[in-house]
Nanobody, 125 residues
């Protein structure tokens, strides 16, 4: 069973930066895409960013594009999310997600087969 373990969340002031990491255990035997989602209090889980196996294609939500960068190191089985210029509206639990195959297009929630338990990011204004 694939396991995803997020880390790097915490409290940061508006305008600050954080880097989230997601360690993958028991990775699928084939290339697979990964992504980040987030869920703010009282809201539904929403797409943040996604990346293909070799990192050749990335997708971002409009709200984070230009501020967040998704990347991965397959040798270390780790996914990252660099978050800069954080805003109070970025406050949420951030979830790492993985699919069982690579992406040909921007993935949706239902394309994700494995989920981490989430890491809380709180941005104070």
């Amino acid at each position: 069973q694939v396991e995803l373990d997020e880390s790097g969340g915490g409290l940061v002031q508006a305008g600050g930066s954080l880097r989230l990491s997601c360690a993958v255990s028991n990775a699928p035997s084939r290339s697979f895409g990964m992504g980040w989602f987030r869920q703010a209090p009282g809201k539904e889980r929403e797409f943040v960013a996604a990346i293909t196996w070799f990192g050749m294609r990335t997708w971002y939500s409009v709200s984070v594009e230009g501020r967040f960068t998704i990347s991965r190191d397959n040798a270390k089985n780790t996914l990252y999310l660099q978050m800069n210029d954080l805003k109070s509206e970025d406050t949420a639990v951030y979830y790492c997600a993985a699919s069982s195959a690579d992406y040909a297009a921007k993935p949706a929630y239902d394309d994700m087969h494995y989920w981490g338990v989430g890491t809380l990011v709180t941005v104070s204004s």
